[in-house]
């Protein structure tokens, strides 16, 4: 150890005697003297591209502008720059809000920031990623990585075809080494090596005085197929992206949906969408079940959220059952169909003034906390008239708990999501509902602007708590309103994103060609053989891999060993012992 | 209440109690690592300054000569297994490795190995503690902030101890591991703890365990090779000093002559990065697949998934850097920090700054 020791102070003193040499100059250095000394050796170990300063001047005219133009774009500096420029895009639209994912977001941002929102608006900070910029960024990207996969791939199947260089004359150099000497002759070491490495399945062969051989070629196959599945990966997120749809719907236990446009609560689609592509399919929800945990820190977790479905594919399609969990929707033809939320939804019917009942739905109500605690309106349109036989319109506020926690506790709030202890308080208004205004409304608020409230006989506003089968009854004969009973909803998003299947092919792609890219190490072995001075065979093996590897000399190792059995070690173990001590000085001599 | 919510009660504070005493345990670990350090300076560990900055230059001769380590093919020798001269590639200084944090000394090695052995029952109380809290809440440990800081630092420490079991040369990482994994516990116990929470649904599947179990991995993993990395910036610009003739500060000195040489550090934390990248790019893919599944879209742009894609591209561009010339060394590691960075940020700064889909139970 200590004779390292010296040699590494020596070559310092070297180092800095060389002086006002930066260290990049350096590094630069060595490498084109390292270069120059392993000849052929190190050349093709992979399809990387030589780095061209970015100095070099084009020669003049168009088409020597638009090579070097080329030229820079696939060097892997440019890469690099771009790969920096895309992570560095992508940083605004992860803190600005952004218009793909929450509109409303955005309107409360550009409410709250009058004074950036016209400069961020003028950058697309509200679309960044699909900005002009960040298109611009990925778009180069991409085309540099097309420039530079195409090249590469043809070396590398050129690489295949060709055979590995032979031995730089001097294999002390190489980051490897071993050496020994024996009584086997030279052309018999050769051809043991040769044997050997063809069995450990290198690629080998005999040249002049040594045997060259190398492994690994999947490293750069990896690589390759690495970055295309990159570009399959990319080319389908964007069709995905062009040609999506994503449309939600609430459905009451026991109602259906058939997929076109109108059906749906809300729709979304990419910019080269066709509505005529929607898949047609129909289904109904037959059933909705959910489950709670009752005992333990997680009491109230949701156990079992099933929604049981009947479901026809095509317009006259065979009616088939099917049930959607979270995270496991079902997929018709493409379209995938979501369980996104439930709640409940009390069935109530309404008798008019004269006893007619002229109302009977399950009335959707949404979920304001985890224990299901929901709120919204009941509407009653058309056909209601008082007592008098005139023409009038009912609203309700209904607020709902599954589980009530009991009279006299101090609140009104639910106390666990399953319908335990299902109690519906009421409170109702009479007069216009507003809706043939044509304003679009919110169906679960209830605009009181034009409705007066029904008052109780103190004069207070009329409320009432009902559990199942009661009945509330309106003031001055205006009619009664009756809980019935309680149907479940879900709400379902239904997506179609084309090309899925094949970002996953490129995401499988991927993983395969990064491993064998970053865990597969290009190598190369040389053995030479040849008859000493005093007649005695020296071996000489040597290694060299595309980076320094920990295992390379490992394998040199194995390797040497097992030529080793086949030329063993000549007698004369004390000077083989020097031989291999000091390897440098004889190198030198 | 019931008797299940007891016994979880007590789950969660069994494990309460076990992070606590990981933490004492980890603060012995701590200090034993300073002795080591202590009673390493005694030693002569110039030893390498010196001989680097002048002694053995004056013998030498003008031609270039090249440092062969002469070294066992491995630590399991054979005995008639050949002698491997093993030289650097291209590029990089011949400099022989630091003797490590004892600087030799049987003093020091002693309280190293103390400082080992302490690390290993405080992980295994950690390990425990998490085990504890994953039974009590009945689910993975990594639903809030809190169990994710804990896990995490678990997981940094198993690799850690997994690398030394391989009989790889990471012992100089020990004091400033156990630092940080003390800061994390002491961070988590007091700003993030979070009692027992519940779930909501949308987490209710086996991508959680795939998907969040690979990202702490990937984080653990990420976060050594980041030490790496600090460590080869401080140990590249000392040698630096020296190579240049200048005096690094005596601190200096004694605490960076005893690393492992830059270029030893360099590989290291290349190879730690480049070997987890595949799995950081499994992580993302398993994510989107559960967002699929869960959201009814595998990829759309939330914060927490922007910065796994930043993430994953800062390292893309360390690993690209280091094939090309003119990038490797100390640009490179500026852009693995950058990385690592990336990924903190994406934890902590995500959660805390940033809401979208990905926050839920608090924090
Ligand atoms: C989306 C963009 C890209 C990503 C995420 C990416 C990622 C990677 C990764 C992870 C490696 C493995 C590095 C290693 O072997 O250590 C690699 C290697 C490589 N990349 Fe890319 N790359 C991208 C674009 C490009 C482009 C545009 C080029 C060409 C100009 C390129 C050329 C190369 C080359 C030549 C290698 C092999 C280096 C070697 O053999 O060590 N890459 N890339």
Redesign the interface.
Known sequence: MSNTRTDAAEEHANESEREGESPGEREGRQERENAAELGAAGSQLSTAPREEALATLPAMGVIGWARWFWRQLTSMRVALILLFLLSLGAIPGSLIPQNSVDELKVQTFKEAHTTVTPLYEKLQFFDVYSSVWFSAIYILLFISLIGCIVPRTGQFIGQLGSRPPGAPKRLTRLPAYTTWRTDAAPEEVREAALAMMRKRRFRAHAVDDAVAAEKGYLREAGNLMFHVALIVMLVAFATGQLFKSEGGKLIVQGDGFSNTLTQYDDFKSGSLYDTDSLVPFSFTLDKFIGTYERNGPQIGTPRKYEAHVTYAEGAYGKPKKAVIKVNEPLVVDGSKVYLIGHGYAPVVSVKDGRGKEVYKTAVPLLPIDSNATSTGAIKVMDGYRDKNGKKDQLGFQAFFVPTFAGNGKGTMFSQFPAADFPVLALNGYHGSLGVDSGLPQNVYQLNTSKMKAFKDGKGDKLKQRLLPGETMKLPDGAGSITFEGIEQWATFQISQQPASGWALTGAIGAIAGLAGSLFIQRRRVWVRAVRGADGVTVVEMAGLGRSESAKLPEELADLAVTLHDMAPTAPDEASAEAHSEEPAEGAEK | M?L??AT??NL?HTSNVLIYSSMAVYTIAFFAHIAEWVFGSRSKVG??AA???????AG?S??????????Q??ATA?L?????????????????DGPGAAGGTFKGDLWGRIAVSMTVLAFLVQAAGVVARAL????APWGNMYEFSITFSTVAVAAYLILLALKKNVRWMGLLLVTTVLLDLGIATTVLYTS????V??L??Y?LWIHVSTAIICGAVFYIGAVGTLLYLFRDSYE?K????TEPGSFAQSVLSRLPAAATLD?FSY?VN??V??LW??TI?AG???A????????????KE??S??TW??Y??Y???????????RKAAYLALIAFG?WLFNYYG?NIF?T?KHSYAGV
Do not use: M
């Open positions: 019931n299940a919510a979880n009660e969660a030893r390498t001989a680097l900055t002048g002694a053995g230059a030498s003008p031609a270039k000569i090249q440092v062969q380590v002469a070294q093919g491995g054979v008639d297994r050949p002698k491997i001269i093993t030289r650097s590639a291209a590029g990089s200084r011949d400099v022989p009590s809440v009945q689910r027992s929470d519940q779930l649904p949308a209710h599947s991508w630096n020296l190579a240049n003739g590989k190879r480049a070997a990248f595949p790019t499994f893919i989107a697949i559960w699929g599944d869960a959201w009814g879209r595998y990829w759309g742009w939330d914060p922007v910065w894609f930043i591209v800062a893309a561009c690993l690209h850097a280091r094939a090309t010339a003119g990038w490797k060394g990336c995500v940033v979208g």
